[in-house]
C-alpha cells in the first residue's frame, strides 16, 4: 500500500510505538478468540475450523476453490478440516448445478449453531469497541487493519465487501 503523506503522523517515526501495535494486535487477538477456542476444543476443533464454519457460513455454497482462495491454505490442510466437518455434520457439501466438478459448501442447521456460537461473543467484543469510539476511529481502524494486508488480500476483501 503506498504512504499516504497527509495521513503520516509523527508517531510512526517511533519504534516503540510500532511494538506496541504488534503487542496490541497479540492481546487483542488472543482475547478475541479465547471464548471460541474453548468452544472449539469441546469438539475437538481448532482455529482452522473455525475459519471454514466462518466463511462457509458467510458466503452461501461457496465453492472449495473460493474457500481456498480466501483461506490461503493447500487443498491437503483444507480437505482434512473439511472432510472432518462434513462427516460430523456441520456442512453440507453440493455439486454444483452448472459444473459438475464444483463442491459447493454450506453450513448444516448444526453448522449454524456452531458458527453462532463461535461468533456471538466476538460480534459483542466488536461492538462494545465500536461504540466507544466515533465513526472516524471506526475509519481508521479499518484503513489500519486494510494496510497490514498484503495487496492481494486487501483487493480481494474490498472486492468482496463492495459486492455486498
Given at each position: 500500500?503506498?504512504?499516504?503523506?497527509?495521513?503520516?503522523?509523527?508517531?510512526l517515526?517511533?519504534?516503540?510505538?510500532?511494538?506496541?501495535?504488534?503487542?496490541?494486535?497479540?492481546?487483542a487477538?488472543?482475547?478475541?478468540t479465547?471464548r471460541?477456542?474453548a468452544?472449539?476444543?469441546?469438539?475437538?476443533?481448532?482455529?482452522?475450523h473455525?475459519?471454514?464454519?466462518?466463511?462457509?457460513?458467510?458466503?452461501?455454497?461457496?465453492t472449495?476453490?473460493?474457500?481456498?482462495?480466501?483461506l490461503?491454505?493447500?487443498?491437503?490442510?483444507?480437505?482434512?478440516?473439511?472432510?472432518?466437518?462434513?462427516?460430523?455434520?456441520?456442512?453440507?457439501?453440493?455439486?454444483?448445478?452448472?459444473?459438475?466438478?464444483?463442491?459447493?459448501?454450506?453450513?448444516?442447521?448444526?453448522?449454524?449453531?456452531?458458527?453462532?456460537?463461535?461468533?456471538?461473543?466476538?460480534?459483542?467484543?466488536?461492538?462494545?469497541?465500536?461504540?466507544?469510539?466515533?465513526?472516524?476511529?471506526?475509519?481508521?481502524?479499518?484503513?489500519?487493519?486494510?494496510?497490514?494486508?498484503?495487496?492481494?488480500?486487501?483487493r480481494?476483501?474490498?472486492?468482496?465487501?463492495?459486492?455486498?
Amino acid at each position: 500500500m503506498a504512504a499516504n503523506p497527509r495521513k503520516s503522523q509523527p508517531i510512526l517515526q517511533k519504534d516503540e510505538s510500532v511494538r506496541q501495535a504488534i503487542e496490541l494486535l497479540f492481546f487483542a487477538y488472543r482475547d478475541f478468540t479465547a471464548r471460541a477456542d474453548a468452544i472449539l476444543a469441546k469438539q475437538s476443533f481448532g482455529r482452522a475450523h473455525h475459519r471454514v464454519v466462518y466463511f462457509v457460513g458467510r458466503r452461501m455454497s461457496i465453492t472449495v476453490s473460493e474457500l481456498l482462495d480466501i483461506l490461503g491454505i493447500t487443498k491437503q490442510s483444507l480437505s482434512r478440516v473439511l472432510g472432518q466437518l462434513v462427516r460430523e455434520g456441520y456442512i453440507l457439501q453440493k455439486t454444483g448445478a452448472r459444473d459438475r466438478r464444483q463442491r459447493l459448501l454450506q453450513l448444516t442447521p448444526k453448522g449454524h449453531e456452531l458458527e453462532r456460537l463461535l461468533t456471538t461473543e466476538q460480534r459483542a467484543r466488536i461492538t462494545t469497541a465500536y461504540k466507544a469510539v466515533d465513526a472516524t476511529s471506526i475509519a481508521g481502524f479499518r484503513d489500519v487493519m486494510l494496510g497490514i494486508m498484503n495487496d492481494d488480500t486487501r483487493r480481494r476483501f474490498t472486492d468482496a465487501t463492495t459486492k455486498r
